[in-house]
T-cell receptor, first 115, second 115 residues
Framework: AQSVAQPEDQVNVAEGNPLTVKCTYS??????LFWYVQYPNRGLQFLLK??????LVKGSYGFEAEFNKSQTSFHLKKPSALVSDSALYFC?????????????FGTGTRLLVSP | AAGVIQSPRHLIKEKRETATLKCYPI?????VYWYQQGPGQDPQFLIS???????DKGSIPDRFSAQQFSDYHSELNMSSLELGDSALYFC??????????????FGPGTRLTVL
């Protein structure tokens, strides 16, 4: 069965500093990995995904993530945080090899960027 | 760009009543997914449809049913509502045609409150 772990409930960072939101995954086959962001009372907005190819993927709003197969990780990063990045971030995995389409989400990490 | 449309955005029901949630996918998307997000929880997969056929099933109660119509919109029917059904219900859509793995784009959600 697929699973995702986001070990930090909350990450605090000062504006202008780099940020990292951690994610590790478990799948029986090869993973498709995604990051979504959720603002209060809003839907999930797609940030970026890893399907295949380069381990470093770049996404919306200056975010990027690095796929590390040996560590089964897909950490979200941004070189310089903005106050407007404050939101709830979800990592999700889909098992490429089972053919099942569902996304399995982590429990989410709340990012707070202080001015 | 067109996004996923969900209606209604808010719904208040009494226990044991029924509810119908509607989802209109992004044009040319052939797959629709339903997720349930309880308060402070991560989204949980309920069910998905590809080309009007059920393609995957998650933790959907027997009291719930869903279908995808010829115009690709989908409806989630919920009967004998319980207090625990109060949640945010998301619909997502993607294009899986030809075996491709596209991103799931989420709608704004329907907030269901059961009193």
């Amino acid at each position: 069965a697929q699973s995702v772990a986001q070990p930090e409930d909350q990450v605090n960072v000062a504006e202008g500093n780099p940020l990292t939101v951690k994610c590790t995954y478990s799948v029986s086959g090869n993973p498709y990995l995604f990051w979504y962001v959720q603002y209060p009372n809003r839907g999930l907005q797609f940030l970026l995904k890893y399907i295949t190819g380069d381990n470093l993927v770049k996404g919306s709003y200056g975010f990027e993530a690095e796929f590390n197969k040996s560590q089964t990780s897909f950490h979200l990063k941004k070189p310089s945080a903005l106050v407007s990045d404050s939101a709830l971030y979800f990592c999700a995995v889909r098992d490429k090899d089972t053919g099942f389409q569902k996304l399995v989400f982590g429990t989410g990490t709340r990012l707070l960027v202080s001015p | 760009a067109a996004g996923v449309i969900q209606s209604p955005r808010h719904l208040i029901k009494e226990k044991r009543e029924t509810a119908t949630l509607k989802c209109y996918p992004i044009p040319r998307h052939d797959t629709v997914y339903w997720y349930q997000q309880g308060p402070g929880q991560d989204p949980q997969f309920l069910i998905s449809f590809y080309e009007k056929m059920q393609s995957d099933k998650g933790s959907i109660p027997d009291r719930f049913s869903a279908q995808q119509f010829s115009d690709y919109h989908s409806e989630l029917n919920m009967s004998s509502l319980e207090l625990g059904d109060s949640a945010l219900y998301f619909c997502a859509s993607s294009s899986e045609r030809g075996g491709s793995t596209d991103t799931q784009y989420f709608g704004p959600g329907t907030r269901l409150t059961v009193l």
